[in-house]
């Protein structure tokens, strides 16, 4: 298996698959790289270097108690773009991945990085403040944490059905068998208590309308009309309109999990994104 170092110690797994322009994609906030199952190999296969990781606190990489906010995020995803000398990247930020991405590029600058991919990204701002009205209330995060701390197994199970919806979400849809979906809810299990709280607090309550608006690289936008983990008005319309002339993919109907619920299409619509 293959590590790299970050600046503060820390050890983090990653796959590189592929030869060719990279792609290095960014998770959702507890499931470790084993997400990609359906994006990487088929990254690879269409001649793409695919390059994805299991951010800290999860999976095979280290579990420190610190270090889960987005700049020390940020440096992390920098130490490895350094670690592989990875340029004319386009990173692909999935739910929290997107504010991973968002954070890079305002920290570490465009110099490795030429495009962006945003994907049921959590960006630009989740909580409800008196400049953003439409947010989501302190306690929606506070009744996550309760839910995580008192029992982590069975909050990721009954979480699986909002993550991937029901058998109603949106046209394009690929059913998920019991055995995949159960296999998905316990990749949420790969992160350590700490890291679950900590990522989730960081996604839900950073700002980062600023920086979203200073993105300036071409830039998709996909996001499910019925996410309700990075709800599609406060996030994915929000975040659209925050970066002038990017390409904004609606999934109708889609849930937050549509990496494996519309994973064609999702597919296709990177792959078209990355041949312009």
């Not at 600046?7 to 983090?12: A, K, Q």
């Not at 920290?107 to 990204?121: F, I, K, M, N, Q």
């Not at 009954?158 to 058998?167: M, N, P, R, S």
Request: charged fraction near 20%; charge should be negative.
């Amino acid at each position: 298996m293959a590590f790299f170092t970050s600046r503060d110690g820390t050890s983090l797994f990653y796959n590189d698959w592929g030869t060719g322009k990279p792609v290095v994609l960014l998770g959702t906030a507890m499931m470790s790289s084993r997400m990609w199952e359906f994006q990487a190999p088929c990254l690879a296969a269409h001649g793409f270097r695919c390059v994805t990781y299991d951010r800290r606190g999860c999976g095979r990489s280290d579990q420190p108690w610190e270090g889960y906010d987005y700049d020390t995020l940020a440096d992390d995803l920098a130490a490895l773009l350094h670690h592989l000398d990875l340029v004319d990247v386009t990173l692909v930020g999935y739910a929290v991945g997107g504010g991973e991405a968002v954070r890079y590029l305002s920290r570490h600058g465009t110099d490795r990085v030429s495009r962006l991919a945003l994907v049921g990204s959590t960006t630009p701002f989740m909580m409800k403040t008196p400049d953003n009205p439409e947010g989501l209330d302190p306690e929606f995060f506070e009744g996550l944490a309760e839910g995580m701390v008192k029992d982590r197994p069975r909050w990721a199970a009954e979480l699986a059905t909002q993550f991937f919806g029901g058998a109603d979400a949106g046209p394009d849809r690929s059913p998920l068998s019991p055995e995949l979906t159960n296999w998905l809810a316990e990749l949420a299990l790969d992160c350590s208590p700490r890291a679950a709280v900590e990522i989730y607090r960081t996604l839900f309550t950073t700002d980062q309308r600023s920086e979203t608006a200073e993105i300036t690289l071409p830039t998709l936008i996909a996001h499910g009309t019925a996410d309700a983990g990075a709800p599609f008005r406060l996030c994915g319309e929000a975040t659209a309109a925050l970066i002038p002339g990017s390409t904004f993919i609606r999934y109708e109907g889609a849930a937050h999990g549509l990496f494996a619920t519309h994973a064609d299409r999702f597919n296709a619509d990177l792959l078209a994104f990355l041949a312009k």
